[in-house]
């Protein structure tokens, strides 16, 4: 999806590197891909050499990678060690010749980059959709600064109010029972669950770490978010869900009047 950028002004409102990659003529369309860029070059200028980085999974974090990786190659980052959140960053990190680590070696993270399917007013997120949020809970639960990347499309009033899944991740024994007991937990709420497919076939999706993923929709807000997390993590049969509560540090916004920075 294309979104126009009429009147904006990339060194009023963006930084340097950001202003780059904003269309010279007012006339130019900026992608919401572009926004994700320019999300992520800013975070990425948080970064300073010697840290230990979580590396977030998805087309937003895919961006902050890579300009990690540019830096380091340039020079101008030294002894960064990553924490890759999915095998499909870690390949992404290797291929980009970032230094890489896990949190048995390295427990306490620097910093996170990562991006976010739902941010609300008070910074919670969900994230998931793409499949990774049980390692991305456990590696942005250990870190010190936690920065989260999103257009701003992603912005929400109530967590569950785009309409689009909020994912839990389930084992795949009796995952129907599961699915089922999650559905029943939030059945004042209009929810519906699935469990998530891929392909022309409808193959369940596994995630890395060999699980299903049931994707929860709800009709309205289901109130209480701490008690939401806490019955649904009470499940047996549940691995982890994709509230990220209480978590992000700093959430930096892309959007059409440029980028917003909302620190907790
Ligand atoms: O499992 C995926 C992760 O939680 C992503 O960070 C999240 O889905 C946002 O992805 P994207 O940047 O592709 O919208």
């Known amino acids: 999806m294309a979104i126009p950028y009429p009147h904006f002004t990339a060194?009023?409102?963006a930084d340097m590197?950001?202003?780059?990659?904003?269309?010279?003529?007012?006339s130019v369309i900026i992608t919401q891909d572009n926004l994700k860029?320019?999300?992520a070059y800013k975070a990425v200028e948080y970064v300073e050499s010697g840290m230990v980085l979580g590396l977030g999974t998805g087309s937003t974090a895919k961006h902050?990678?890579?300009?990690i990786g540019e830096l380091l190659r340039?020079?101008?980052l030294k002894d960064i060690v990553g924490i890759p959140t999915s095998k499909k960053t870690h390949e992404q990190a290797l291929s980009l010749g970032i230094p890489l680590s896990d949190l048995d070696s390295h427990p306490v993270v620097d910093l996170a980059i990562d991006g976010a399917d739902e941010v609300d007013p008070f910074l919670n997120l969900v994230k998931g959709r793409g499949g990774s949020l049980l390692r991305e809970k456990m590696v942005e639960s250990a870190c010190k600064k936690f920065i989260v990347i999103v257009d701003e499309s992603k912005l929400v009033n109530y967590i569950g109010?785009?309409?689009l899944a909020m994912p839990v991740e389930v084992i795949q024994f009796c995952w129907k029972f599961t699915a089922e007991r999650l559905r029943r937990l939030f059945e004042e709420a209009g929810c519906v669950a699935k469990l998530r497919t891929f392909g022309e076939k409808d193959e369940p999706f596994v995630t890395d770490n060999g699980n299903f993923i049931v994707d929860l929709y709800f009709e309205r807000s289901f109130g209480d978010l701490k008690a939401a997390s806490d019955a649904i993590l009470q499940l047996a049969g549940v691995v982890e869900h994709g509230m990220f509560l209480d978590m992000a540090t700093t959430v930096i916004v892309a959007g059409e009047l440029g980028l917003t920075v909302k620190n907790k």
């Open 74 to 76: 340039q020079g101008e």
């Open 11 to 13: 060194t009023e409102n």
């Open 64 to 67: 902050a990678v890579d300009r």
């Open 161 to 163: 109010g785009s309409g």
């Open 17 to 26: 590197d950001a202003a780059l990659l904003l269309p010279s003529s007012p």
């Open 37 to 39: 860029k320019i999300a």
